[in-house]
T-cell receptor, first 113, second 113 residues
């Protein structure tokens, strides 16, 4: 069975600070990896995804993530956060075969102006 | 395109009542799923479907039924509501179960009293 672990439940940053959110997964085969964002009171939206190829993927709003296969990790980064990045962030994994999408427990990011 | 549409947005039930949460998508997606979101628990898969007439259980299926009579619709039925089913419910769809991103509905906030 696949599983996802997100390292931090809550992160508080000041505007312009750099962000890195940790995500580790457990799965025995090839995976597809995702980061979703949920703004307050809204549904989940896709930030970025990794299927294959370049392990450094760029998403919307200046976010990027790096897939490190040897570490089973897919950490999310942003060089300079804005107040509008305040949201909950979810890492998710799906085995590349016939498999459902499994989410981590989420990281709540609060950016203070 | 409307994407994934969920109704209702809010619902209050009394313990023991039954109800159906509706989900419809207009993207001709094969794969549809229902998740519940609880604080600190992330999103947990309730049921999913890989096509019309085919459904399967996820991580937390007890107390819920689903059916998939058409490609577009995937209703979630609560048979006899319990306070433990108080949650936010999200429906999601994707082109297929094989490594494609999921699109989420706006969610249904359900309270069981």
């Amino acid at each position: 069975a696949q599983s996802v672990s997100q390292h931090n439940h809550h992160v508080i940053l000041s505007e312009a600070a750099s962000l890195e959110l940790g995500c580790n997964y457990s799965y025995g085969g090839t995976v597809n990896l995702f980061w979703y964002v949920q703004y307050p009171g809204q549904h989940l939206q896709l930030l970025l995804k990794y299927f294959s190829g370049d392990p450094l993927v760029k998403g919307i709003k200046g976010f990027e993530a790096e897939f490190i296969k040897s570490k089973f990790s897919f950490n999310l980064r942003k060089p300079s956060v804005q107040w509008s990045d305040t949201a909950e962030y979810f890492c998710a994994v799906r085995g590349s075969g016939y498999s459902t999408l499994t989410f981590g427990k989420g990281t709540m990011l609060l950016v203070s102006p | 395109n409307a994407g994934v549409t969920q109704t209702p947005k809010f619902q209050v039930l009394k313990t023991g009542q039954s109800m159906t949460l509706q989900c419809a998508q207009d993207m001709n997606h094969e794969y549809m799923s229902w998740y519940r979101q609880d604080p600190g628990m992330g999103l947990r898969l309730i049921h999913y479907s890989v096509g019309a007439g085919i459904t399967d259980q996820g991580e937390v299926p007890n107390g819920y039924n689903v059916s998939r009579s058409t490609t577009e619709d995937f209703p979630l039925r609560l048979l006899s509501a319990a306070p433990s089913q108080t949650s936010v419910y999200f429906c999601a769809s994707s082109y297929s179960i094989r490594g494609t991103e999921a699109f989420f509905g706006q969610g249904t906030r359900l309270t069981v009293v």
